[in-house]
C-alpha cells in the first residue's frame, strides 16, 4: 500500500529539487508513484511503497543533506 512520505532537504535552486526528482523517478519501477518538491519549504513529498530509509538513501545520493520528516497526508 502506497503511503506519503516529508523529507527536508536542502534546495537552493531548480537544479537542487531537479536532482532529487531525476534520483527519484528512476525508482518509478521499484514503487514510486509521485515526487513533489518545494524549494520555498525546503521539502520533498514522496508518494510510494517504499519504506522511508529507502527514499532517504536515495535522496542523499544527490548529495543534498536531508532528513526524514514523517508521514504526510
Known sequence: ???VHLF??????EGCS????R???RMKDKGVESVECSL???????KSTLDADT???????SGKACSY?????
Not at 18 to 21: D, E, L, P
Not at 55 to 61: R, V
Open 18 to 21: 531537479s536532482a532529487i526528482t
Open 1 to 3: 500500500m502506497s503511503k
Open 40 to 46: 520555498p519549504e525546503q521539502t520533498v513529498r514522496v
Open 55 to 61: 527514499l532517504l538513501e536515495a535522496i542523499k545520493k
Open 69 to 73: 520528516v514523517g508521514k504526510s497526508s
Open 23 to 25: 534520483i527519484l523517478d
Open 8 to 13: 527536508k532537504a536542502e534546495m537552493t535552486c
